[in-house]
């Protein structure tokens, strides 16, 4: 990926971050709007429900009382109510109906004044029932909570309430809730804009990763495709020369081919290593057979370089691994040694902790430089031309390599010093003999 493409990906990724997080943020928003919504209309609708319940009650036992005090409704046995129980409910009202047509008021505690008496005629007209009937109303803008009941035939009784204070704290109660809600929607949305960053990180860092893998595979394959087609051209141009005579043309074109196969086959094995533990047939692996196998396998090949491999085994260890993927592991590092050695050679060592068994790899190589070395396991990531040796490979074995230690749950240590070689370390955790294990060759 090139600067140009780098600073119009970096200026896209920075609008998108914006776009996001303020969706993030709304939504958050809208997810607290719905959830406060919900448990304030809860809280207020309990708490008005108990209070009306708990007035309704007190209505009941005053019309209890009316009922069985005023057997004849007469104005002077009304007036005995007075001391018990109406004297313990402030501001309540008795009124005695007559329901003859026209309805009148034969006898009544604590009046409303004449002003309201239509008003209140309505609302027993309104309310007419077999049954006693609870409802709200508002006289001379106070509010009060009304039961009303037939006493007998042709005698309805109404009990007035006053719930002025219940209903202004009701209000207060509302506002609240309401300004709360205000307040906690504002904070939401500065909080998730904040905090949308933090959400989105590993979101973006997987698409950045995906952005840089399309960028990097298109480069890698654009070389390849480029020399074939080139190549293809030379030789549909000389179509009537002789096939031996453009062997080496051939030749590059096939090249050409292999590589691309490669690296297409590298990039499905990185794509299947991402499983995991899934991608592996896990066995008890002994590291010194799987170690010994590999050093057989690359013994000739540093041989005919002039390179010298060499086995350091202080004991063996037995894991938990897929032994073929184990050995790609120690091919990949052996590669990359033998690709950037030119003298020396190689050490491969087994060191047993107590919990622990570590493979390491020492190379003579040219090494990396403090540069290459923290993204050496990056796709298409290859050493340095600066220190003499130029770059080979696809780009994809340490990070093939790097996809295996983590289907392993393992660890892999880089170190490297340019000129001097490059120190590989793979932990994994070891299983212990006295467990009765044995290990499996594959």
Known sequence: MNTRQWLKFKRVEEREIIRQRISVAFINMAVLAVIWTVLAGF????????????????????????????????????????????????????????????????????????????????????????????????????????????????????????????????????????????????????????????????????????????????????????????????????????????????????SETQRMANLVKDLLEIGHLEEGAGSLNLSTVSLQEICEEVFAIYQPVCELSGLNLALDIADDALVRADPQRLRQLLLIFLDNAHKYTHQGGCTIRIRVRKHHAEIHLEDTGSGMSAAVLPKATRRFVRGDEGEGVSPKGSGLGLAIAQKIVQAHRAKLILSSVPGQGTHVTVIFRRIHREHGISPRKS
């Open 43 to 254: 809280v207020y609708s309990m708490d008005q429900r108990q209070y009306l319940q708990a007035v309704d009650h007190q209505l009941e036992n005053l019309a209890w009382h009316m009922s069985r005090s005023c057997p004849h409704c007469q104005k002077a046995v009304v007036a005995e109510m007075e001391h018990e129980p109406l004297t313990q409910v402030p501001d309540v009202h008795l009124l005695l109906w007559d329901s003859s047509n026209p309805p009148h008021v034969v006898a009544s505690y604590h009046p409303f004044p004449q002003t309201s008496k239509s008003e209140i005629q309505s609302l027993l007209d309104a309310h007419l029932s077999s049954h006693p009937v609870y409802y709200s109303v508002r006289i001379l803008n106070v509010s009060y909570r009304v039961m009303q009941w037939p006493i007998r035939p042709g005698l309805t009784g109404q009990v007035f309430e006053n719930i002025q204070d219940d209903e202004s704290r009701l209000a207060r109660l509302l506002t609240l809730l309401v300004w709360g809600g205000a307040l906690g929607l504002i904070l939401s949305v500065l909080g998730g804009f904040l905090m949308g960053l933090w959400t989105l990180r590993p979101i973006l860092a997987v698409r950045r990763r995906e952005q840089e893998f399309l960028s990097d595979v298109s480069h890698e394959l654009r070389t390849p495709l480029f020399a074939m087609t080139a190549h293809v051209e030379l030789l549909l141009s000389h179509s009537h020369d002789r096939i031996e005579e453009h062997l080496p043309w051939i030749e590059a074109l096939y």
